[in-house]
């Protein structure tokens, strides 16, 4: 029986070998800093419930209330293990294939910070970031332990206008900044790294897809099988905090191997 290719080295020479690749990254990524996905066993919302559709609506109706209970959720789970989590070896890896010349984007649906953190430059955030606030007027973004949180709700410091979380609620769209730089760069890749996510979820998941249609290739990092797996060229089944840098590793290899 002829012997298995390597997934591994299959991953890597297709990331060598692209001219603009790309990652696409989920929760599954962050779950190996601890930090429990949203859906599906074990996950938050699967435990104590979806919050409403119509959340953002919500907020712009009393921003004041919506404001009070961002503050009051500090107490519960998912703020306290955002806040203890630390980047894994997954978010070094993709920092590392970027230093190396061979990422050269990453698109992630996370809100833990875990990426910019880790050290990754080349980064948009489709679902924001839970440290940041974001002006609904200007679209720029401050830290919040930066804004002034008395009176609430907080007035934007570059132009008055209404802040919330940058973090996007259901019912909110995609902040037009982000949503134009994630299609920029899905226009300009060639291979999309798909790394702790089942890219079921839209917009996101779309950029993948899109490449795939061009011709392009996917390549999949994920602990269970999908609806996108059978897309992909190459699956890493496993844990992306013991995958990806493996898949570090050959590249390194390769790149090395070309050079001598």
């Known amino acids: 029986m002829a012997e298995q290719p390597d997934p591994t080295d299959l991953a890597a020479r297709a990331l060598v070998e692209a001219v603009y690749p790309i990652a696409l990254t989920g929760a599954g990524l962050s ?17 104590f419930g979806e919050p409403p559709m119509n959340q953002f609506q919500l907020f712009l109706a009393d921003p004041k209330a919506g404001w009070e209970e961002r503050l009051r959720r500090r107490g519960e789970e998912l703020y306290r293990g955002l ?66 949180l008395d009176p609430l709700p907080p007035a934007c410091p570059a132009c008055g206008g209404l802040l919330k979380g940058d973090t996007v609620a259901f019912g909110e769209p995609i ?18 790294l798909l790394a702790g996510t089942s890219a079921t979820v839209y917009p ?16 999949e990092a994920n602990v269970e099988k999908c609806e996108v797996t059978p897309l992909c060229a190459v699956t890493l ?7 990806l840098p493996k898949l570090v590793q050959r590249v390194t290899q390769l790149r090395q191997q070309r050079l001598s």
């Open 31 to 47: 779950v190996e800093s601890g930090i429990p996905p949203f859906r599906g066993p074990g996950g938050l919302w699967t435990r």
């Open 83 to 148: 806040v203890v989590a630390q980047p894994n070896p997954g978010h070094q890896a993709l920092v590392e294939l970027e230093r190396l010349g061979v990422l050269r984007f990453v698109i992630t649906q996370n809100i833990d910070d875990l990426h910019r953190r880790a050290g990754q430059q080349a980064l948009a955030e489709i679902h924001g970031n839970y440290q940041l606030t974001r002006c609904l007027e200007c679209n720029r973004r401050f830290p919040e332990a930066e804004i002034q």
């Open 175 to 192: 902040p037009r900044d982000v949503l134009a730089r994630c299609a920029l760069e899905a226009e300009r890749a060639d291979l999309v």
């Open 204 to 219: 996101a998941a779309g950029f993948a897809l899109q490449v795939r249609q061009r011709g392009g290739t996917l390549i």
């Open 237 to 243: 089944a496993g844990p992306t905090a013991t995958t």
